[in-house]
T-cell receptor
Framework: KNQVEQSPQSLIILEGKNCTLQ??????????LRWYKQDTGRGPVSLTI?????NTKSNGRYTATLDADTKQSSLHITASQLSDSASYIC????????????FGKGTMLLVSP | EAGVTQFPSHSVIEKGQTVTLRCDPI?????LYWYRRVMGKEIKFLLH????????ESGMPNNRFLAERTGGTYSTLKVQPAELEDSGVYFC?????????FGSGTRLTVV
């Protein structure tokens, strides 16, 4: 069964601190892995997209890593800001082009002042 | 560039009633997707349009759900008759090159 598991379920950190979110998947065949940020009441917004051959990708203070052998990914947030408070969702795509996506439940991050 | 627009943002209906959700994709995007998030669960795929054609509707829960995309522009998702378990947030997304842009969703509550 194709699944995406994320941990932790929720996380509270102080403003300015770093954090790392985890994603394990069993989706096959693998095409790409995406991290999305979803603010409350809004739709998910793409942060990074990584294909099989990419080990790391950065988008500002967000850095995603991918280990396709162990089927694990992480999202590292550096120098967190209050606006980083959101749900972070790991999504794996099975095929390129017109694809369906398998979503994780997300990690709810709260950055506290 | 306008994003993906969904209407309404919220809808509360009684069990047995009909509700129609609308999605306006980004202009020129051939691909349009519907997703749903039930409380406590992950977002799940419902169906995929390429222009006006249904490419994949394997995620549609049952025949109470009907999606259309006449003319290949906006899409509607009708639930008839609605049941309590249909409550959730319905997201629409569109893409041209595989990178999905999501709308803000419609929160449907069936009481």
């Amino acid at each position: 069964k194709n699944q995406v598991e994320q941990s932790p379920q929720s996380l509270i950190i102080l403003e300015g601190k770093n954090c790392t979110l985890q994603c394990n998947y069993t989706v096959s065949p693998f095409s790409n892995l995406r991290w999305y940020k979803q603010d409350t009441g809004r739709g998910p917004v793409s942060l990074t997209i990584m294909t099989f051959s990419e080990n790391t990708k950065s988008n500002g203070r967000y850095t995603a890593t991918l280990d396709a052998d162990t089927k694990q990914s992480s999202l590292h947030i550096t120098a967190s800001q209050l606006s980083d408070s959101a749900s972070y969702i790991c999504v794996v795509s099975m095929n390129s082009g017109y694809s369906t996506l398998t979503f994780g439940k997300g990690t709810m991050l709260l950055v506290s002042p | 560039e306008a994003g993906v627009t969904q209407f309404p943002s919220h809808s509360v209906i009684e069990k047995g009633q009909t509700v129609t959700l609308r999605c306006d994709p980004i202009s020129g995007h051939d691909n349009l997707y519907w997703y749903r998030r039930v409380m406590g669960k992950e977002i799940k795929f419902l169906l995929h349009f390429v222009k006006e054609s249904k490419q994949d509707e394997s995620g549609m829960p049952n025949n109470r759900f009907l999606a259309e995309r006449t003319g290949g522009t906006y899409s509607t998702l009708k639930v008839q008759p609605a049941e309590l378990e249909d409550s959730g947030v319905y997201f629409c997304a569109s893409s041209q090159d595989g990178a999905n842009t999501f709308g803000s969703g419609t929160r449907l509550t069936v009481v």
